[in-house]
Every structure is written in structure tokens, then in C-alpha cells.
């Protein structure tokens, strides 16, 4: 009940991912014997394109696709193209680990896909390899990436989340390889999502500090944000025009503006990317076929929301169970 405004849908497409990343799905709980989400209890591509309709029709304008690893579910060029058709909505996006992107950019692109964001963590091959656990060379990302250049998603963004004592020197060689005008490079604080991936305070390594490197190297110039709750602080290169920009949830949390709802592939609706409990929409969406009836239910849950998980962290990191951050995307 803070009058947060209602922008964002985050669709997780599937609870699946061919990666086993620490600080989202670690392979000693999510091993070869996990069992992960049946058929029958995942969305199906009309009840998604469904809720993104009614989502749109309470405020959203953009819809964000995640996973586990979205490129993964079948048909998934099949939902963007029902995305497309929804008017209201002004942009249509997708998160992936690229791992399948330089097959799926074009017909992703040509199916109504505005842009893509591709979660890279290291350029260094061993460093990616170790920290996507299933020894996935990063060289077919980078093809992944440059597929959705040459498709026309410009520019393409490049996620990083940064963990000290892992991947921080890999900072600098980030921002040299995605300095052009063609990319968007942002920075993400390490967070405590979940309850799976060992996080500590001191693996943070703060926003400014991520910065204060990069400017070690490049004039920086900062950015006003694109739009009201946008989540990044921004920055250009004075130099060539590129951006990066720095996502500080937990240094700097931005909770009073959070404008995102995220559905899980099972149709739970969080309110928080680090919300205990979710709201079950898969129910209501196979029980009550009168849409104004839906959206009402969906009105009422956003507009109850009273999360700031961020803002009171210090006290409240030892509350569980949270969401995992695989089954809602990040």
C-alpha cells in the first residue's frame, strides 16, 4: 500500500536452465535427481499471452521474458508473436544466458522481440566456464550476442552480476569488450536471492566501487534514467557512446520505486524478487474464464503491496524462505 506504480511483468517461461550458476541454481541442490515443474503445471502460451493482456490492461507496458533459461521452452517464438499483438504493450523483452541465441536471435526478432539481455559473468573462458558450472564455453555466447546485433537488437545489454573473490577483475575487461554503441553493459550487485546461494556481505562488491574502476580507464558522463522506476544508474562513455550502468539493490536499494511484477512458470505471482510467498494465478486463470474479474484479483494484490525487502535487509536477511531466484528470473 505505498502507491507504487505497475510497469513491469516478469513471465518465467520455465523453471529449467542448462546452467548451473552459484549464486542461482548451485548444482549440489539443483543436481541430476532435482525434479523440476511438470507439463501440466506450467503455464501454457495462451494463459501467459492471457495475463500479459490482462497485466497490460491494469498499466504494464513492458513484458520481460525469463526463465530458468527461456530459450528452453518450446515455442517460444510462438508466445512473442501473441505478445506482439497485445497493443498496450510498448516493449516486449527477453533475459537469457545466450547459451541458444545464435539460432533463436532472428526468428526471436522477426516474431515481434524488441530486445534482448544476455546474463554474461566473465569474458575469461575458465572463469565463465567454473562459474556457469557445467563447463559452457563462453565463445558461444559471444556468438549469441552478436547473432542479436546482426538480427537488429540494438543496442543488446550485457548483465554481469559481480561477486568478490570470483569474477572482479573481470570488470575492466567487460567494459572494454562492450564499449561500443551496439551494447548496454550493466553492472549488478551480488544479491541474497533465494536461500541456495551462499551469500555473504562481503562478496558485495558495492555499485560506486564498480564505477570508480571503470573510470580508472574511461571518462564516464551519467544518464538520467529512461524512465520512472528504471533500476540502473546510468552512465556514458564520453568516448565512443556506449553505456553502462550499475544495479546497487543492495548498497542503494530502490524499493520505493519498484514497478515489477513477477509470475513464475507455474503461475505464482511475487510482488518481490525476494518475497517468501506468491500468489496463486494459475488457479484463477484456469477457474474463471471473465477477464474483469481476473484483473480485478490482480489489482488487489498489486496495489496491497507492502514489500522493501532492500531497505531492511540488515534486519531481515536471516527471514526465510525466500524465492528462488530460478523459478522467477531475477
Known amino acids: 500500500m505505498l502507491g507504487r506504480r505497475l510497469h513491469d511483468l516478469r513471465l518465467s517461461v520455465t523453471d529449467r536452465c542448462n546452467f548451473r550458476c552459484a549464486y542461482c541454481m548451485p548444482k549440489e541442490v539443483f543436481g541430476r535427481d532435482h525434479s523440476f515443474l511438470p507439463k501440466s503445471e506450467i503455464l501454457?502460451?495462451?494463459e501467459l499471452a492471457r495475463?500479459?493482456?490482462?497485466?497490460?490492461?491494469?498499466?504494464?507496458?513492458k513484458v520481460r521474458l525469463t526463465g530458468g533459461e527461456p530459450l528452453l521452452r518450446r515455442d517460444l517464438t510462438k508466445l512473442v508473436a501473441m505478445l506482439a499483438e497485445i497493443q498496450r504493450l510498448k516493449d516486449i523483452t527477453l533475459t537469457t544466458n545466450g547459451s541458444g541465441l545464435a539460432a533463436l536471435a532472428r526468428p526471436l526478432r522477426e516474431a515481434g522481440l524488441h530486445r534482448v539481455t544476455v546474463s554474461l559473468d566473465a569474458l575469461d573462458d575458465g572463469i565463465f566456464r567454473a562459474m556457469n558450472d557445467v563447463d559452457f564455453p563462453v565463445g558461444r555466447v559471444l556468438e549469441g550476442i552478436e547473432a542479436a546485433v546482426e538480427a537488429g537488437f540494438g543496442p543488446v545489454k550485457i548483465n554481469m552480476v559481480v561477486k568478490r573473490g570470483v569474477n572482479e577483475h573481470?570488470?575492466?575487461?567487460m567494459a572494454r569488450r562492450f564499449s561500443g554503441a551496439q551494447y548496454i553493459l550493466r553492472f549488478i550487485e551480488f544479491m541474497d536471492v533465494g536461500n541456495t546461494n551462499g551469500w555473504r556481505m562481503d562478496s558485495v562488491v558495492p555499485g560506486s566501487e564498480i564505477v570508480e574502476v571503470i573510470r580508472?580507464?574511461?571518462a564516464l558522463e551519467p544518464l538520467a534514467p529512461n524512465y520512472a522506476g528504471e533500476v540502473a544508474r546510468r552512465f556514458r562513455h564520453v568516448e565512443g557512446g556506449g553505456e553502462i550502468g550499475v544495479i546497487t539493490s543492495v548498497t542503494k536499494p530502490f524499493c520505493g520505486s519498484c514497478t515489477r511484477a513477477r509470475l513464475s512458470a507455474d503461475g505464482q505471482l511475487y510482488t518481490c524478487l525476494f518475497g517468501s510467498h506468491g500468489h496463486d494465478v494459475r488457479a484463477l486463470l484456469r477457474g474463471e474464464p471473465d477477464d474483469a474479474k481476473v484483473m480485478r484479483v490482480l489489482a488487489s494484490l498489486w496495489s496491497a503491496r507492502e514489500d522493501r525487502y532492500s531497505e531492511l535487509r540488515s534486519s531481515m536477511t536471516a527471514v526465510g524462505p525466500k524465492v528462488e531466484m530460478s523459478k522467477i528470473g531475477g
Open 170 to 173: 573481470e570488470i575492466l575487461p
Open 44 to 46: 501454457t502460451l495462451e
Open 216 to 218: 580508472r580507464e574511461f
Open 51 to 61: 495475463v500479459a493482456r490482462l497485466f497490460a490492461g491494469l498499466g504494464v507496458e
